[in-house]
């Protein structure tokens, strides 16, 4: 039983009509994971819908090739339709719920969280140190404005606060989607993890997404890939400078040629070209393909990975100045701020989407149709 049965949307009626107009047409099976998904099934209960709508990676392929799309009367326009869907799905998920209103109106939320961030973080400097001290030169010793042990206790907080509300938040997103079957096996896991490194069902059946006049392009799949390994590079920055201090003692700031300043480099490099690539094809979509009023959630996720790698450079370039102080209480409360939204904004995407195709591998794997 599927604990969403009960409550239906305007999206998720909508997405159980074209679902089933889908169901008997079947053209489009070859171009993403949705359609054999969907295939397995005769019915759509409200978990099901929000499982193939977290698998649709919003390609737009199956909009351009259906002969029921606008302006047809059936008005088949599944992109757009499991977008809305998808949305939806953050909001119902969220944990706790009180917060699920962050996701109405995401792009304001994340632009005042962001705000406040950064001004909490300068009035801090200015209070507890010397107010001369945000405009000195400290030789690159972030620690003379913030103590480590200060840093690490508030990030340290708000990202265990992040973490707990993503499990809890995938947690109740697993079961709703899986309901009475079986979970999911070690292999389901390993395929999942392969075809989401590799974007894999972001192909749109081999031409790529479709971002204007119809013509499909894999620029969209290579930004994904320079936001997604240029987070993971800059994690791997921060858990090895983490080593370095805690293990080894070797305390910040790092040289140039250093693993963290490196890792840091190529990361940030990532999170710079990606995000403004991504943001550029955004603005060139056909807005028939998007859930328009939403796309502030893109935009502010985008805005945050952007400015926290083009904060971290001005910071590392400009580390013996007299403009250290201010740049690292920006850049510190943009990092605040793109830390306690990471369960409130479209951060939570990518978890979900990973979890949509270990089910998917599994039902494929064990062949599980679902009446
Ligand atoms: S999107 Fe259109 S062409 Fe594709 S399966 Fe559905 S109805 Fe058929
Ligand atoms: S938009 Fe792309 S990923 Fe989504 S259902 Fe259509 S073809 Fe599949």
Same mark, same amino acid.
């Given at each position: ?53 977290? $698998? ?248 945050? $990975? ?44 990518? $978890? ?20």
């Amino acid at each position: 039983m599927h604990a969403t049965n009960v409550v239906r949307s305007a999206a998720l009626t909508e997405a159980d009509r074209l679902m089933t107009i889908c169901n008997g047409c079947r053209y489009c099976e070859g171009l993403c994971a949705v359609f054999p998904a969907m295939e397995m099934r005769r019915t759509f209960h409200a978990g099901d819908l929000n499982y193939l709508a977290n $698998l649709c990676h919003q390609c737009g392929a199956c909009y351009s090739d259906c002969q029921y799309s606008p302006p047809h009367e059936f008005n088949v326009n599944v992109p757009a339709t499991l977008a809305k869907v998808r949305n939806d799905s953050y909001a119902q998920y969220a944990w706790p719920g009180m917060f699920a209103g962050a996701f109405a109106r995401n792009g304001l939320f994340i632009t005042l969280l962001a705000s406040a961030s950064v001004a909490a973080f300068i009035a801090a400097f200015v209070a507890l140190k010397d107010p001369a001290a945000l405009y000195g030169r400290h030789a690159g010793d972030f620690y003379k404005l913030m103590p480590h042990n200060a840093m690490v206790a508030l990030f340290g907080a708000v990202f265990i606060y992040a973490i707990v509300a993503l499990v809890m938040s995938l947690r109740a997103f697993w079961r709703d989607i899986t309901g009475d079957t079986p979970g999911a096996d070690i292999g389901a896991v390993g395929q999942a993890t392969g075809d989401a490194a590799h974007l894999k069902y972001l192909g749109g059946g081999g031409g790529g997404c479709t971002s204007e006049n119809d013509k499909p392009s894999a620029l969209r799949r290579v930004f994904h890939h320079f936001t997604f390994y240029g987070f993971m590079f800059c994690f791997a920055s921060t858990s090895v400078a983490t080593v370095y201090h805690y293990a080894f003692g070797w305390h910040a700031p790092y040289a140039l040629l250093s693993a963290p300043v490196l890792l840091g480099i190529v990361g940030g490099l990532g999170l710079l070209i990606g995000p403004a690539g991504l943001f550029v094809l955004a603005q060139k979509r056909a807005p028939i393909l998007t859930d328009k009023p939403r796309l502030g959630m893109d935009t502010a996720f985008l805005a945050m $990975l952007f400015l926290t790698s083009l904060t971290g450079f001005a910071l590392m370039l400009l580390r013996d100045t007299g403009a250290m102080g201010l740049l690292l209480a920006v850049h510190l409360g943009v990092v605040l701020g793109l830390f306690l939204s990471l369960p409130y904004g479209k951060f939570v995407h990518g $978890l979900y989407r990973y979890l949509a195709l270990v089910k998917y591998a599994h039902e494929r794997r064990t062949a599980t149709f679902v009446e």
